[in-house]
């Protein structure tokens, strides 16, 4: 049976559109909760909630500020996964975090603590292929999709034990580096897009570099869809609450519908 993350872009990709998936930083602000809500009425097909670590070795100036604020705010994991349980926000979720908030709690307990909350699916970035299966054995226990990332330098030898490992969808990087708004549109985030597509029937989304909707359109010439990030968490730093970050999240709808 087909877990609820990736039905919602499997449905998404079979209307021949292009599945959109905002990152939001949980814990940022009192309204976070509310911007996850508008965020998903705008046409979101899942968000990711990012659980604030206080060494995001993936993450760029942005998401570490807006992890700094949320943790100096008092946002914990627990209090992320409450607020998320006894909240409709309306399309499936993935929380992203870390490795040691995971380990810490214990593979089991974090994943069941996901499943209590009602999330569908985890992305835990500095975890490689090689030692992921003890958390991923759990989360499959769980019906907790683990997404795996697969980074442009991969190999060819290495992409199809990523994708037959990866629920969900398979996290295309799009660029060496961290997570931040670039100018334009890496090569590298289409080559890989194109190399998963040979390969693999999930949903293939790119994330890291795609931060305009003009880029996010350019991606999906290739791509089943974009997870975008920074943007969307600078326009919570900036306090454009929720409505704000809705208006972005329905252009980035609008341009990938319009294709």
Request: proline residues 6%; glycine residues 12%; negative net charge.
């Amino acid at each position: 049976m087909t877990a609820a993350l990736e039905r919602a872009l499997r449905d998404r990709r079979q209307t021949g559109e292009k599945c959109l998936v905002p990152y939001l930083t949980g814990g940022l602000g009192d309204d976070w909760l509310e911007t996850m809500q508008a965020v998903a009425a705008a046409g979101a097909d899942a968000i990711e909630i990012g659980v604030p670590f206080s060494d995001p070795v993936m993450d760029g100036p942005t998401i570490q500020l807006a992890n700094d604020k949320a943790l100096a705010g008092g946002a914990t994991p627990h209090s992320i996964l409450d607020r998320v349980r006894h909240s409709d926000i309306g399309v499936p979720t993935a929380v992203m975090t870390y490795g040691n908030i995971a380990y810490r709690m214990g593979w089991d307990r974090f994943a069941r603590s996901l499943a209590a909350a009602g999330i569908s699916g985890c992305i835990l970035p500095d975890i490689p292929l090689e030692e992921i299966e003890p958390w991923a054995l759990a989360a499959d226990d769980a019906g907790v999709e683990t997404v795996m990332l697969a980074a442009p330098t991969a190999p060819d030898e290495r992409l199809p034990r990523v994708c037959a490992r990866s629920r969900g969808f398979v996290y295309a990087v799009g660029l060496l580096g961290i997570t931040g708004v670039r100018t334009e549109l890496a090569h590298s985030a289409k080559v890989i897009a194109g190399r998963l597509k040979e390969i693999t029937d999930l949903p293939v989304l790119v994330g890291v570099g795609v931060g305009t909707p003009a880029q996010a359109v350019e991606v999906c010439e290739v791509a089943d869809g974009v997870v975008i990030g920074s943007a969307v968490v600078q326009r919570m730093l900036d306090g454009g609450g929720p409505e704000g970050v809705a208006e972005l999240v329905a252009e980035f709808r609008g341009a990938l519908d319009r294709g």
